[in-house]
């Protein structure tokens, strides 16, 4: 592949980024690299059978049988992948040796796709997972002088791929129209199978602060988790992803729903309603626990006594008609934001 042609495919590479074709447009570019036959795009996941997204000249039946004979033993790359984790290109002879299974994948299954080489792409995905792309030849092997162009360009094709997958988060904060951005509010992502793959900082506040507020166990699919949210009253909301989505085929972003939506002040009344009530030291303490600070981290930034800390709580929940900080934090989670804005005001002023 010439150098001017190399970087026509690399600027339409660019233009796919955040585009559900992006890894069909980076398969390609690979193809013209390593001439192939036929080629897979495959999600892997700890923990779970893998998510065929993409097949090049592939039966549906051999897709099928694929996924029907536990990859998590047979396929050498899976068990290769989830033994380390690094990005990198690998070729057949040396992702064979670790799968569990090896004579299944080299006496099988390798007759059935019709293949004489083959080799795979690994790229981290958030969650312990990967997206992997592989080319297969029917006769030729792989030269090493192939292999060796391709793992130079290896480097920019997973900055393209790391940028690709920020891309895709930041459309997902712009698609969740009740929160401001996924880092910033109690988001999780689940695979098709109810699993976690994602859960920002806020979900898991959101899930320690009452049992209630825990989604069904990972053996729940993930079409039983949309019922149960949708039937329930509450702050949940859900956005149902493609099959082809690569953070998680067919599975679903759950988030909580924020107070403060365009045209509705409540929250802001609700916050400053609190406010009011709160003395300047209260003030202080509730902002600090809202930021995650422990007991000792706010004796030590206000220089007071832990006990004295300890006095106002007890005093701010007599206010807030509340009992313990898990419920106060419970109470004010559906304005927390303009409550912290609140308080930061107070404290300036």
Request: glycine share 6%; with cysteine; proline share 6%.
């Amino acid at each position: 592949m010439d150098p001017d042609a190399l970087t026509i495919a690399l600027g339409g590479l660019a233009r796919e980024i955040g585009e559900p074709n992006f890894h069909l447009r980076l398969l390609e570019i690979v193809g013209q690299l390593l001439p192939h036959e036929m080629g897979w795009i495959v999600r892997y996941r700890a923990g779970s059978e893998p998510d065929v997204l993409h097949t090049k000249a592939i039966d549906a039946k051999l897709v099928e049988y694929y996924l029907q004979t536990k990859p998590s033993a047979g396929d050498p790359y899976l068990c290769s992948w989830r033994g380390n984790s690094v990005p990198r290109i690998e070729t057949l002879d040396v992702a064979l040796p670790q799968a569990i299974d090896r004579h299944f994948y080299a006496d099988d299954f390798k007759k059935r796709a019709e293949f004489t080489d083959e080799l795979a792409l690994f790229l981290p995905m958030p969650g312990a997972s990967c997206i992997s792309l592989f080319l297969e030849r029917r006769e030729q092997m792989f030269a090493s002088r192939e292999l060796d162009q391709a793992k130079r360009l290896f480097p920019a094709m997973l900055d393209f791929h790391h940028a690709h997958i920020k891309s895709l988060f930041s459309k997902l904060s712009m698609a969740l129209t009740d929160c401001h951005s996924i880092e910033e509010s109690a988001v999780t992502v689940l695979d098709r199978s109810g699993r976690a793959v994602f859960s920002t900082p806020g979900w898991r506040k959101f899930e320690l602060m009452d049992e209630r507020n825990r989604l069904p166990e990972a053996s729940a699919p993930v079409a039983d988790v949309s019922e149960l949210i949708a039937r329930a009253s509450g702050p949940l909301r859900m956005l149902p992803l493609d099959d082809l989505n690569p953070v998680a085929p067919g599975g679903l972003v759950v988030y909580v729903a924020e107070a403060d939506q365009p045209g509705n002040d409540s929250g802001i009344r609700a916050a400053e309603a609190v406010a009011k009530q709160l003395t300047p030291r209260e003030r202080d303490i509730m902002l600090l626990t809202l930021e995650g600070m422990s007991t000792g981290a706010i004796a030590q930034t206000l220089s007071i006594a832990k006990g004295s800390i300890k006095n106002c709580r007890l005093r701010m929940y007599r206010k807030l008609g509340v009992s313990s900080e898990r419920a106060m934090i419970s109470a004010v989670m559906p304005f927390t934001k303009q409550l912290k804005a609140s308080l930061k005001d107070g404290t300036r002023r």
